[in-house]
């Protein structure tokens, strides 16, 4: 059986990766018919467009895609292509999961967590209302009336909505995730007792719908808190789920304990769609230059055998990845950070991984 796979290059360092990437799952032996398509800059110069309805469609009746990463053009259009896209195809739950394998230059050892952030709502959903604007004027008016508090007129404001509908199917996908990969604990991240009306409700839905689930342990951190528990004792953590803004800034903090953005893979899920991407962004800075990390590409591909069912495979790739790490001869140069000049390239961390795969 072949599986048609959405292929998204992406820009930036994202045909480099991608490209890794997909040499990688084709070794594993497993076969794919990959459906290339482009967005972002070059498709707006292409077709006209950031998000051609082409690749859309082609997502929807694949149902998977392999996604690298897209610059969001400063200026016009979307505000930025990859929230677009995630918001089109209704891609509700965002899965980042950090692990530290051995040989990765971190202070942590045995980091295993995953995090479950929210990705349809929240302070991104993009409703804001620029400073000295007359509906910014109007807005404020009607707040002075009802609530009695004044905002500086000088203000600029980004509305921060959190439902009860996303907050529940958040929460219940993360408990389901915790289910069926053997996960032994969620913890609901918010800041409840200053955004009552927010995050206090996202924290009732999580209390809710956790006492639907006596088989998963649940509790509950306010986000500071959260992000010094992580860094002084991240092998207590294991499935935290966020809304949204949280767990991006949370899940580059998980990164860092890691080894960094070139070890972060992720997800993007809705009921019958998955995207699976990098948590990194495009790098302009890098691009061309078979410099970077592909791991965290290879790792989302290693999520998306996992979805695809394909177990056996999933372990051997990523049994080889940390091979490849382990040995430290074949590594970029974020994986080597005392002996840079002794980094290899992106494209020669692709061929030592599918020795090890062949090996
Ligand atoms: P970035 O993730 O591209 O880079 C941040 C830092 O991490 C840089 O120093 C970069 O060199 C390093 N880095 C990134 N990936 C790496 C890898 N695989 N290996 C080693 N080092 C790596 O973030 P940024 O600079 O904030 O964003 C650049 C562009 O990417 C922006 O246009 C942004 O909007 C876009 N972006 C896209 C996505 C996506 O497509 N999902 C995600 C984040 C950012």
């Known amino acids: 059986m072949s599986y048609n796979i ?24 497993v076969s794919f018919n990959w459906d290339i398509g482009t967005i972002g800059e070059a498709a707006q110069e292409q077709y006209g467009t950031l998000l051609p309805g082409s690749v859309l469609e082609s997502i929807r009746k694949n149902r998977v895609a392999l996604k690298g990463p897209v610059t969001t053009p400063v200026g016009s259009g979307f505000r930025s292509v990859n929230v677009a896209l995630r918001k089109a195809l209704g891609l509700y739950a965002c899965l980042r999961p950090c692990k530290t394998y051995t040989g990765v230059p971190s202070p942590f050892k045995d980091v295993d967590i995953v995090v479950v952030r929210e990705n349809m709502e929240d302070l991104y959903s993009g409703i804001e209302f620029e400073k000295a604007t007359p509906d910014t004027a109007r807005l404020m008016e009607f707040i002075q009336q009802a609530t009695g508090e004044g905002i500086l007129s000088d203000s600029g ?42 995050d206090g409700l996202f924290l009732s839905v999580a209390r809710e719908i956790a006492a639907e689930y006596s088989d998963v342990e649940f509790e509950d ?22 809304p ?53 590409m290879m790792l989302s591909g290693v999520m998306m055998l996992h979805h695809l069912g394909e177990n056996e495979a999933a372990d051997r790739m990523e049994t080889a990845i940390a091979a490849v790490i382990t040995e430290g001869k074949n590594v970029t140069y974020d994986l080597k950070p005392d002996a840079p000049e002794n980094a290899v390239g992106t494209s020669q961390v692709a061929d030592a991984v599918i020795e090890k795969l062949r090996g």
């Open 221 to 242: 951190r306010i986000v500071d808190n959260m992000a010094m528990q992580l860094v002084q004792k991240p092998r207590q953590y294991d499935v935290p789920v966020t």
């Open 157 to 198: 404001i980004s509305i921060k909505a959190i439902s009860e509908t996303r907050s529940q199917n958040i929460i219940r996908f993360a408990f389901e995730y915790a289910r069926e990969y053997h996960r032994r604990k969620i913890t609901a991240v918010h800041k409840a007792n200053i955004m009552k009306y927010s």
């Open 244 to 296: 949204n803004l949280y767990g991006d800034i949370l899940s580059d903090l998980c990164a860092g304990l890691v080894g960094g953005l070139g070890m972060a893979p992720g997800a993007n899920l809705g009921d019958d769609i998955a995207v699976f991407e990098a948590t990194h962004g495009s790098a302009p800075k890098n691009a061309g230059m078979n410099k970077v990390n592909p791991m965290a």
């Open 6 to 29: 959405t292929f998204i290059p992406g820009d930036g360092v994202g045909p480099e990766v991608t490209e890794a990437t997909r040499r990688v799952l084709e070794a594993t032996g």
